[in-house]
């Protein structure tokens, strides 16, 4: 393996202590859609209320603006926190408008579960009202020029194939994951080949019409034979995990999936999460835990080994973008077409203190 990707992912950062960060309750302008309202509590900082989604915003931008330096072409997607895409009006709360610098930094969108899948597995989406307003979003999406792409969860094939049927009727890109998301180790059962499957070569975002997601590639066996058996597939994008167990994919490795089994190119992305710091990845130093570095904040509910970060914090912000020895920087020296950021939606927690997914809004 190339002694560079090596050093871009293993070597260690130095970091400097961040600034203690008071919170106090009280209320404070977010950007939600109009007929939103939530109870805060705001951060504040050396005399400045935080905005949440604006301070994420700002650091999907910064990577943006990072990668595109270094490959003009890098595509990035951003997952989950639609909400990002519109800003309240100041003079007026009950108007929103789209964010538009945040919306030119990114190429695409990706909804999980939008019709299958939350709150159970295989089962139509529960919450009609918050279905409806996420579709307001990826509509919104659609029209200002971003790629939305949908991962529902089921099964059965009547469901899968209905899943197929709607997500693609409204125009977006569609993938039914066959496994909860920690499951997705393993290629889909069915269909046995990938919806719309096409011959030609993607080159770009605009272009794909299928897509397939590894979570976990450990099942596959070695990294060669991963590699090979997705690489024996037709799907016009493949959105994998940089590593694969404890080590980055190899050069060669990303070069394999760049092409499907007929031998046109195909989109090869990698998935990061940027909300969250994971203890058993390589930026990871022994004595960091909760509250230590400041900005480690809560574990992950669920995963014990994951923890909400402050997002905000320079010292984070430096090891996910801005140098040569970010996980971005690694990601495109590892020669990937893009990358999916996940953890947008950590936001909420900071908002609420409580975890996506617990006391939904309305």
């Not at 994998?240 to 190119?265: C, M, N, W």
């Not at 992305?269 to 022994?286: F, H, V």
């Amino acid at each position: 393996m190339c002694r560079s990707l090596i050093a871009v992912f293993v070597a260690s950062l130095v970091l400097a202590a961040g600034a203690a960060v008071a919170q106090e309750k009280g209320k404070v302008r977010i950007q939600l859609e109009p007929t939103e309202k939530e109870e805060i509590a705001p951060t504040v900082r050396r005399g400045l209320i935080l905005d949440y989604r604006e301070e994420m915003r700002k650091f999907v931008q910064s990577i943006s603006t990072f990668a595109r330096k270094h490959r003009p072409n890098f595509v990035l997607i951003a997952e989950n926190g639609l909400d990002l895409l519109v800003k309240r009006q100041e003079d007026d709360e009950t108007k929103s408008n789209p964010a538009r610098t945040y919306i030119r930094s990114i190429d695409g969108i990706i909804q999980k579960a939008l019709f299958y899948g939350d709150p159970e597995f295989g089962k139509p989406f529960a919450n009609k009202d918050k279905q409806k307003r996420l579709l307001r979003l990826t509509a919104q999406a659609k029209s200002n020029g971003l790629k939305v792409l949908i991962i529902d969860y089921a099964k059965t094939p009547k469901v899968v194939d209905e899943s197929y049927r709607i997500i693609a009727a409204r125009g977006y890109i569609p993938f039914v994951a066959h496994a909860a998301e920690a499951g997705l180790n393993s290629l889909p059962p069915y269909p046995k080949r990938p919806y719309m499957e096409n011959p030609r070569s993607i080159s770009s975002l605009k272009a794909v019409k299928n897509f397939l997601r590894i979570v976990d590639s450990t099942p596959f066996g070695r990294q060669d034979e991963y590699t090979l058996k997705l690489h024996d597939t037709n799907y016009d994008m493949v959105v994998v995990d940089v590593f694969h167990g404890r080590l980055p994919l190899s050069k060669q490795a990303v070069e394999t999936l760049k092409y499907k089994k007929i031998g046109a190119r195909r989109l090869v992305l990698a998935q990061l999460d940027i909300g969250a710091a994971a203890s058993y990845l390589y930026y990871w130093k022994p004595r960091w835990r909760e509250g230590s570095p400041l900005w480690i904040s809560a574990p992950a509910r669920g995963d014990p080994d994951k923890f909400h970060v402050e997002y905000w914090s320079p010292e984070w912000q430096r090891i996910i973008t801005g140098n040569t020895q970010s996980y971005i920087y690694g990601i495109i020296d590892q020669g990937f077409d893009g990358a999916v950021l996940g953890g947008l939606d950590v936001y909420r927690f900071f908002e609420t203190g409580r975890e996506k997914g617990e006391e939904e809004e309305q």
